[in-house]
């Protein structure tokens, strides 16, 4: 039997080209292609409502690895679909898999997909969405996904290299507790100065969440050697725990995600995770659960 209330499986802790990552050899993707319980995929959680009904955040490429690891933690056999789909942006490890709805997959139809009005509009440009029946979100409006699931959700724009369209942070309310699921944004100084706070514990204590998933793409930004890190910009985890010091009493537990194949804390003996993990911080592991 599954568990009561309003559940969150977190199924994928990787940056969008997922650990391994294609073409690559580096120490961390090597280790991931000979041990299996080193892979991470991409971003991703899907959320149990108190009606049994399942809904995912993000549809990228490791679908069906992510179904089954889902079923797994929610002790059934199966999840042969979820009943709705939310997406944060358009970037390309966040709607990779979009496409397996359609019918040389899973052959869905009128699936609810809710995003943002623009990122509907280049999805649609696409041709991505034809198994969907699409759903604009308004910003900082929460809704529930579905009439009897007991839970909602509420999108938050935050500032992301947004050539395209534009980037939302998701909060899961449940019935007794919140969830923010924060995978990309630029930087601190402009998502907090976008929402007027001084200090990132400031705001999460304004938005009152218990749990906070956030863009833990790169240690520092001297990782990315072949690449100018100014145009993947995140902020750092290293810039990060040194602007929140030590987990208080009253914090919510801050879980980094969204890490890219190059970041040392993807190995879980690394002095970097220990450095996270002094100060009361976690990495967040592909299968962890929360009841909201
Ligand atoms: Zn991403
Ligand atoms: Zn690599």
Redesign the pocket.
């Known amino acids: 039997m599954s568990r009561e209330g309003v559940e969150v499986v977190i199924l994928g802790t990787a940056q969008d080209g997922g650990i ?2 294609a073409g ?3 120490k ?2 090597t280790a991931a292609h000979e041990n299996y319980k080193l892979k991470r995929n991409p971003v991703c959680c899907g959320i149990k409502g108190v009606d049994g009904s399942f809904h995912l955040i993000e549809a990228g490429r490791n679908l069906s690895e992510q179904l089954k690891l889902w079923s797994e933690k929610m002790n059934l056999e199966n999840i042969e679909k979820p009943e709705t789909v939310s997406i944060t942006h358009v970037h390309l490890g966040h709607v990779d898999g979009l496409g397996q709805f359609g019918k040389e997959v899973m052959n869905s139809k009128d699936l609810p997909l809710f995003a943002s009005k623009k990122t509907i509009e280049v999805l649609e440009n696409r041709n991505v969405v034809s198994a969907f029946r699409c759903n604009v979100v308004k910003s900082g409006r929460a809704f529930s996904p579905s009439y009897t699931c007991g839970f909602e959700l509420e999108f938050i724009k935050v500032p992301h290299r947004d050539e395209e369209a534009d980037t939302h942070a998701i909060l899961i309310h449940g019935p007794n507790k919140t969830l923010l699921f924060l995978p990309d944004h630029d930087s601190w100084e402009e998502t907090l100065s976008e929402y007027k706070k001084e200090t990132i514990r400031q705001w999460f204590t304004d938005m009152q969440i218990n749990y906070a998933l956030i863009d833990g793409t790169f240690w520092d930004s001297q990782e990315l050697i072949d690449r100018d890190m100014l145009k993947v910009p995140h902020p750092p985890i290293s810039k990060t725990i040194e602007m929140l010091g030590k987990k208080n009493i009253n914090d919510p537990e801050i879980l980094f995600f969204h890490l890219n ?2 970041n040392p804390v993807t190995d879980i003996y690394s002095k970097e995770c220990q450095i996270v993990e002094v100060l009361e911080w976690q990495i967040a592991k592909d299968g962890q659960v929360f009841t909201l």
């Open positions: 391994p990552q690559c050899s580096c961390n993707c194949h190059t």
